[in-house]
């Protein structure tokens, strides 16, 4: 079989693997014998155990960068845009953490043992919420004098809604109240020329 | 010395003890001991241990809440009046949690450990942000149909500057770079008429 491997084949296992053992436990050994090959093999492939972790990590993170690239076909304002991106990363975070904690847990631990993945990480998903406010400003509908800055504020005011520390919270009842309260905020403080919402509205 | 036992000198000896001893080992004994009373005594004015240590840290928090009261006289518009309040607010957290750690790890605990005290922490903060919009609603400088509401989002939108799972960020030398991002941002999303920023603002 050992001719057969690829890279991919040995992330496919890894990942396996550390759904199975968790990240603590998880061997390049294990690795290799649920390929059926020698650990060797496995380590022409990626030079050492830290090596291997950051890819599958890298992996699993490109996937949801991917999923989470923002869709402008969909007829909608930016301002909807925005709020329907925030919402599905919303989503996924808490059914992550709730449906598969394991998972959930597996990759936070491999996040932050590398030293770049979390920049990696936060440069797409900042990236997305650029693309996001760079259409608004094209329609005239946000207006911001840097768009990254920006980005990187409508990130940081809605962390309460996506970092793992505040995964406690989620479950709460009102939490879904709370995120719409944030991201009302937030898309008001973008606009160009912002609507005074009239008393009716609520 | 008993007779002069009064409940305000059971609490700051509480304090002194909590801070000497830490949350996990500080007892019911250790306070008497400051005092040179019986335990007795101590549970004369405070039936439990718990109901000990949830008045010492309802008196901390009060203290806290005193000094945060927002200031209205100092000539200053709505939206300066909350900025000055959020940094007051980061300051506090972020100093308290790099100069004092023991302190603030041991009122971390305390809060923790209560039914009722994040609430009434909570409670407090956000009726600051409250009244500070409330003063900028009557000036016209912001709008919003839920004072209540609009506080709460602005707390939570500004989480990662006071929330103690963010404490590790705090030393970023970028922190108040991102701090002042995401003000701006809620601050806009506050106003009536929202100006827009010029580019030669940057």
């Given at each position: ?17 550390l ?63 925005l ?69 990187q ?46 008393a009716?509205?609520?």
């Amino acid at each position: 079989m050992a001719e057969a491997l690829t890279g991919e084949a040995i992330l496919a296992a890894t990942e396996e693997v550390l759904r199975r053992y968790g990240p603590a436990k998880a061997t390049v050994v294990d690795v290799a014998k649920a390929l059926g090959v020698s650990h060797g093999s496995v380590y022409r492939h990626f030079a050492t155990k830290a090596a291997l972790r950051e890819a599958v990590t890298r992996r699993w993170l490109d996937a949801v960068h991917v999923e989470m690239a923002p869709k402008f076909d969909q007829g909608l304002t930016a301002a909807e845009t925005l709020r329907a991106w925030l919402q599905a990363l919303f989503d996924k975070k808490r059914h992550g953490h709730s449906e598969d904690p394991e998972l959930f847990a597996t990759f936070q631990v491999l996040v932050k043992e590398s030293n770049v993945i979390p920049d990696y990480h936060l440069e797409h998903m900042v990236g997305h919420v650029a693309r996001i406010i760079s259409a608004g400003v094209e329609t005239h509908e946000f207006v911001t004098d840097d768009v990254q800055k920006t980005a990187q504020a409508v990130w940081d005011a809605t962390e309460k809604f996506h970092h793992p520390a505040h995964a406690q919270e989620w479950g709460n009842p009102h939490i879904q109240d709370a995120f719409d309260a944030v991201v009302s905020l937030v898309v008001d403080g973008l606009r160009y020329n912002r609507i005074p919402s009239a008393a009716g509205d609520a």
